[in-house]
DNA sequence: CCAAAAGTGTTTGAATTACACCCATGC
DNA sequence: GCATGGGTGTAATTCAAACACTTTTGG
């Protein structure tokens, strides 16, 4: 552990809450397939989900906002908390002291820590990722191939995945997902990658438009081979007025 | 504050998890109205929720579990996390430390904490409520007849019976609050109570027995004025079938 | 001109809603 | 015997699902 990193945590270490953390499971879509963001540990082939503490002056959400835009650079990120993970032992505190020795002191380990789990909707296109101090790599995965990760990460990512499916099911959050403009077929696929089924063309559109939740736009997406997809955008003061008709809509 | 509430209060400091505290939304339901648990505090006029800490050597939902045996004397209770509330203000902590100065040493408010809620479904029947050290009563309230509680309980309050409601409109969790043998007038009233809406008497026995999670038994609910209703029972084995067929189904 | 993806409507079946009268019981 | 709540079926409508061909573009 170097002596910038043992000062760091050092001096940060009275100014959180103790045994509290929180883990964001930050979902991309990309090239047709959900990806999630991980964080890489320096000098080992350790992986897991970005995460923080929670300081004494900041709100749990505004510690999530943090850490989220430490990693991604983005502010106004689509967050969710989904779950707080409370088992007395949540993963294996020595081994994961010992992997974890060449950068942290052990002892760091063998407390027992809370954790509270948020997932995080971005627009890949827009995202910076951005490793911390102990971690060498930010990047991209695809969902299938997630490698096993630290603590109960990738229990955090498995119950991340099903409150997002849960809540897409009725509710238009996946355009969190898109860029600023996007056409039915991309979205039709992002519906597709996440909720892992394959969905007919024109009972998707009539669906989505019948919400009047996107409007389309006088442009077609140039430049791509075939037909010219017509652009969308997401209307936000209907997705508001839905919304407080209590209107969901299944898919 | 006695002598003796100041020991156990000391004594726990050290087992308990710091500034992480847990809240328990209790429903009940009982003449054609849904009912919540709540406790009033000694010498004084303030209810809350009831709440505790975590231990350190149990999970955060054993330490539900265990609070909730506490207030009511039932084991193998429904519940549910639904939120952890993370404010860093949830509450004005100079008024409350005054208002419980009598009981609990000032200080311990002023410290912020983080509190995961979960809410309990019980039979009304089954329990015998039951105060702390700290409160004189634990008693049950009509939804519309809570008063102002202490903390940020009212807020916690709104968002299980949210959550309630949410989940309620397509899982069958509401058995939960019934007896053991119940008729369906009763299940019909105990939905048109959580989801503050009138339903088809009709439609609503179709629905619910076209799942097949309740069985009609050769017998009828005597003693009660007019005609004596059929009684049901929950079917456990075939609720697990249905959950498992990823079986939503819409009151 | 060909291959590949985009765009579009209608028909069928399933599910939901609306609706009213008779029955049994205790008083 | 009467007042009250319990029990039940059908018709109308709405909503969801199934399904295939034409159009446009780049190469």
């Known amino acids: 552990m170097s002596e910038k990193i043992r000062k760091t945590v050092h001096d940060d270490i009275l100014d959180i809450i103790p045994q509290l953390s929180l883990d964001c499971v930050i979902f991309g879509f990309h090239d047709s397939t959900l990806k999630v963001l991980l964080l890489k540990w320096k000098g080992s082939n350790i992986y897991s989900l970005p995460g923080g503490f929670v300081k004494q002056t900041e709100s749990v959400d505004q510690a999530a906002v943090r850490v989220l835009k430490e990693r991604t650079a983005l502010d106004e990120i689509f967050l969710r908390q989904f779950y707080t993970f409370g088992k007395v032992k949540r993963y294996d505190n020595e081994a994961v002291g010992q992997k974890l020795a060449h950068l942290i002191e052990e002892s760091v380990f063998h407390e027992r820590v809370v954790s509270i789990g948020y997932y995080a909707l971005v627009d890949y296109e827009k995202v910076f990722p951005n490793p911390d101090e102990l971690t060498e790599k930010c990047e991209w995965f695809d969902l299938e191939e997630v490698p096993e990760l630290l603590f109960d990460h990738n229990e955090i990512l498995d119950k991340a995945l099903k409150a997002l499916r849960f809540e897409l099911s009725f509710q238009p959050i996946g355009l969190n997902l898109l860029p600023d403009k996007f056409t039915m077929p991309d979205m039709q696929r ?62």
């Not at 019948?210 to 209907?238: C, M, W």
């Open 190 to 251: 992002m519906y597709e990658a996440i909720l892992a089924k394959k969905i007919d063309p024109r009972n998707f559109q009539k669906k989505i438009l019948k919400t009047g939740i996107v409007i389309r736009l006088n442009e077609v997406k140039k430049g791509v081979a075939h037909k010219s997809p017509y652009l969308y955008r997401f209307d936000q003061n209907r997705y508001k007025e839905v919304l407080e008709e209590g209107g969901l809509f299944f898919i």
